[in-house]
């Protein structure tokens, strides 16, 4: 399996509930490494950008105000097949329906207050990446990857 970069999100929920110590372990327990993390508190313009995929759904408005609603920790992971891998650790978007083990299932509330944010795809998570962190900021311990 390929090596992979992948974005992820400690959401304001973990953040406030004082897990994103508990989450940045299981993720070095995993094998992903840590290639870059900061903790920011995301504008409502910096919100609607990142889940602008999602601008048309019911939910978005209430999505952007839980995103804003204070800070939340941004990392960039790599690993074999590390955007899959992420995903797994997560659990399924809704928290009510994660198993207990996953990250959501452990940490999250509901099907809005669900922990974590994980890329999708190879290109997401390029792009998501772009979104929060300069190519200074990500420090490249394994090979580089081709573009
Ligand atoms: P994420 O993109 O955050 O990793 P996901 O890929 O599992 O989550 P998406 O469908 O992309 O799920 O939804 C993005 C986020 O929007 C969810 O993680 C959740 O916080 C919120 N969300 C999704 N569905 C709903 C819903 N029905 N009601 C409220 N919030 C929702
Ligand atoms: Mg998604």
Known sequence: MAVERTFAIIKPDAVKKKVAGQILA?????????????KIQLSEQGAKGFYAVHKARPFFADL????TSGPVVALVLEGEGAIK?????????NSQQAPKGTLRGD???????????????????RLE????????????VTEALPA
């Open 26 to 38: 299981r993720i070095e327990a995993s094998g992903l490494e840590i290639l870059a993390m900061k």
């Open 64 to 67: 952007v105000q839980f995103m």
């Open 85 to 93: 891998k992420w995903r797994d650790l997560m659990g399924p978007t």
């Open 107 to 125: 940490f999250g509330t509901d099907v809005e207050q669900n922990a974590t944010h994980g890329s999708d795809a190879p290109e997401t998570a």
């Open 129 to 140: 990446i772009s979104y929060f962190f300069n190519a200074s900021e990500i420090c490249a």
